[in-house]
């Protein structure tokens, strides 16, 4: 059964601590993003890749890092350097690049203790 | 910049009809509109390019007017199933990324 895997689904991050969310796809799809969903928010982009070893920053990248070294994984990490990381995280991919329909995983929810 | 969407919420009984917009201040290429079901993933709806179209999925209908930089999702005889949060994803140049507006809270009641 084809689909996007997020794990964990709750984190729990310590200050200065760096934690890492993982996103695995099964899709054979070229493209992957990070979302952020804060309440009331709606979606807004952190990262994104078009092809594999290849990223770019969304909207919101600052205090995130990515990697892309395989086609079906697509990892973030939140570093000590994002002040306010509670929030929903949703992984997506696509099959291509451009009009193409997103497919989301069931997100990771990471709050600070 | 972020879409807009209207109404912000909305409460339906069972049968009723229902239209969500979706405002751009910059020119469109395409609006992409999801649903999301409280504490799971958005699941895609369809989408709508260039050139006004209406596109159809069951009762779930959109259009597109690119004149107007705005897309509707029309939502007929509404079901319990509905129920959800509804988000329009805007593209407006050429990378193709994807700016969602805040959503729109659909409630369907018995």
């Known amino acids: 059964d084809g689909g996007i895997t997020q794990s964990p689904k709750y984190l729990f991050r310590k200050e200065g601590q760096n934690v890492t969310l993982s996103c695995e796809q099964n899709l054979n799809h070229d493209a992957m993003y990070w979302y952020r969903q804060d309440p009331g928010q709606g979606l807004r982009l952190i990262y994104y890749s078009q092809i594999v070893n290849d990223f770019q920053k969304g909207d919101i990248a600052e205090g995130y890092s990515v990697s892309r070294e395989k086609k079906e994984s697509f990892p973030l990490t939140v570093t000590s350097a994002q002040k306010n990381p509670t929030a929903f995280y949703l992984c997506?991919?696509?099959?291509?690049?451009?009009?193409?329909?997103?497919?989301f995983g069931d997100g990771t929810r990471l709050s600070i203790l | 910049q972020q879409p807009v969407q209207s109404p912000q919420a909305v409460i339906l009984r069972e049968g009723e009809d229902a239209v969500i917009n979706c405002s751009s201040s910059k020119a469109l290429y395409s609006v992409h509109w999801y649903r999301q079901k409280h504490g799971e993933a958005p699941v895609f709806l369809m989408i709508l390019l260039k050139g006004g179209e209406q596109k159809g999925h069951e009762k779930i209908s959109a259009s597109f007017n690119e004149k107007k930089q705005q897309s509707s999702l029309y939502l007929t005889a509404s079901q319990l199933s509905y129920s959800g949060t509804y988000f329009c994803g805007t593209e407006g140049g050429s990378n193709y990324k994807l700016t969602f507006g805040k959503g729109t809270l659909l409630t369907v009641n018995p």
């Open positions: 997506a991919s696509s099959m291509g690049w451009g009009n193409q329909p997103q497919h």
